[in-house]
């Protein structure tokens, strides 16, 4: 017997596979279907500049996207933003703009905001966003280039050139917050609303 209560399966506006294992982890049935959005459009466009209500922006337009496609259907979405105090990052362009970017970020503390929304024909019926500090130690200029080396290409696909959950690890001297928030999809308060709605069975 699943755990999952609805007719139909969890849609997934994200094609993360970090987000992807937490849920199957977790035993939620789903599907992935990207939102078709322009995420820098809306960014600018909204004026905001608090990292952590960007991110709820975008999860919530990715969860509006996809739930006005596939009507009676429940919609996560979810963002995640990278900041050092007031500074935005963005995912590196290439392999010089990720060395900048650990030069920014090492020996100091950033902040993940990750936020989730859930949403159902066309209106968001839930969204919170939760953050994780982020201690990277001092890293010499040549043990940037051994980590880039080792980690290739994997470095332009995430914000702030690194992987937790892969050599990125190796990065970092504290950590303040939870696996799932660092991973880009806060599961606790996510799953702690899809009981509340009868959702899930336990």
Do not use: C
């Amino acid at each position: 017997m699943s755990i999952w209560l609805a007719k139909d399966a969890l849609i997934l506006a994200s094609q993360s596979r970090a987000r992807q294992m937490l849920l199957a982890n977790a035993g939620i049935p789903f599907e992935a279907i990207p939102a078709d959005i322009d995420e820098r459009a809306l960014q600018k466009n909204s004026g905001l500049s608090a990292p952590g209500e960007i991110a709820k922006l975008l999860a919530r337009e990715k969860a509006l996207w996809v739930s006005r496609q596939k009507p009676g259907r429940v919609v996560i979405g979810a963002d995640q933003t990278l900041a050092l105090g007031s500074r935005l990052f963005s995912k590196p362009a290439g392999r010089a703009a990720a060395a900048e970017q650990l030069r920014l970020l090492a020996g100091n503390t950033h902040e993940l905001h990750s936020a989730f929304a859930v949403a159902r024909d066309g209106k968001v019926l839930f969204a919170d966003v939760v953050t994780a500090g982020m201690t990277m130690r001092r890293l010499s200029d040549g043990e940037i280039e051994a980590y880039l080396d080792q980690a290739g290409d994997a470095v332009t696909t995430s914000v702030g050139a690194y992987q937790l959950e892969g050599l990125g690890v190796h990065l970092f001297e504290r950590i303040e917050g939870d696996h799932f928030t660092i991973l880009g999809l806060p599961l606790l308060p996510l799953l702690a609303f899809l009981r509340s709605e009868g959702l899930v069975g336990f």
